[in-house]
């Protein structure tokens, strides 16, 4: 499986959603432009996700076994070796073209507005979800150059009026001719803070996104666990 990666620093500037996006943008509204812009209200403590009615049906489950200073490129490691890390079970969704593994001990749920999604037993702020809406352009260059692309996605489609976006880390991988990118950032608001990792990509004529965070505070603490979960996200052809 080929696979190679390019990490790149990012220094944000903080500032809050008031970029006049309207609520309830249309799917084909959203598709208008070449970087996904819309909104809902929403609390504090969850990313806004731009998504297509219908797409919240739960699907099959299926346990399966088996900012950086320097430019990177390095082989596959044991997730992209099709090896599942111990402590990590296997979503795979084969009618919707893709898959990612989540920790064992989670268990799913339904979030709005998004295809799959899991999350801790305990602290339901840490999860995974995923969601995809249909679009015409074949691969994440076509939305534009990264930089400007995350920028907007962090602050304009994720973050909620009374947040701020602070952008920590972008990276760029191909896998078998399919490109993804990666990025860490936070969204704090006057009394709450919560870390992400974001995956994106484009296949089957759908724009994919996969989001995995936690509360602030404990994003030191299982920050690289849910690393994990980001990378193992894959599109498959259908």
């Known amino acids: 499986m080929a696979f190679s990666s390019l990490s790149i620093p990012f220094v944000?500037?903080?500032?809050?959603?008031?970029?006049g996006v309207r609520i309830g943008t249309s799917p084909a509204e959203c598709l208008a432009v070449s970087i996904t812009k819309c909104s809902k209200s929403c609390s504090s403590d969850e990313e806004t996700q731009c998504t297509v009615s219908g797409n919240?049906?739960?699907?099959?489950?299926?346990?399966?076994?088996g900012g950086a200073l320097t430019v990177n490129s390095?082989?596959?490691?044991?997730?992209?070796?099709?090896?599942?890390?111990d402590n990590y079970s296997m979503f795979v969704d084969k009618a919707d073209g893709y898959s990612y593994y989540y920790p064992s001990d989670w268990r799913?749920?339904?979030?709005?507005?998004?295809?799959s999604a899991f999350k801790d037993r305990y602290l339901q702020l840490q999860n995974v979800r995923l969601?995809?809406?249909?679009?015409?352009?074949?691969?994440?260059?076509?939305?534009?150059?990264?930089e400007e692309v995350v920028e907007n996605l962090v602050n304009n489609v994720y973050s909620a009026p009374n947040q701020i976006g602070d952008?920590?880390?972008?990276?760029?991988?191909?896998?078998?001719?399919?490109?993804?990118?990666?990025?860490?950032?936070?969204?704090?608001?006057?009394?709450?803070?919560r870390a992400a990792f974001a995956t994106i990509a484009i296949g089957n004529g759908r724009y994919y996104t996969?989001?995995?965070?936690?509360?602030?505070?404990?994003?030191?603490?299982?920050?690289?666990?849910?690393?994990?979960?980001?990378?193992?996200?894959?599109?498959?052809?259908?």
Request: proline share 6%.
């Open 56 to 65: 919240c049906k739960r699907r099959a489950l299926i346990l399966g076994i």
């Open 210 to 238: 996969l989001i995995v965070g936690a509360n602030n505070r404990r994003w030191r603490r299982f920050r690289d666990r849910l690393k994990v979960v980001a990378d193992s996200f894959t599109v498959m052809d259908i």
């Open 131 to 146: 969601s995809f809406i249909p679009t015409e352009k074949s691969d994440i260059h076509d939305l534009g150059p990264m």
């Open 74 to 85: 390095f082989p596959a490691g044991p997730l992209l070796a099709e090896v599942k890390p």
């Open 12 to 19: 944000s500037k903080p500032f809050t959603n008031n970029l």
């Open 167 to 193: 952008i920590l880390s972008m990276q760029e991988k191909n896998i078998d001719g399919r490109n993804y990118w990666t990025f860490e950032y936070i969204l704090t608001s006057p009394n709450f803070a």
């Open 108 to 115: 799913d749920f339904d979030f709005r507005g998004h295809d």
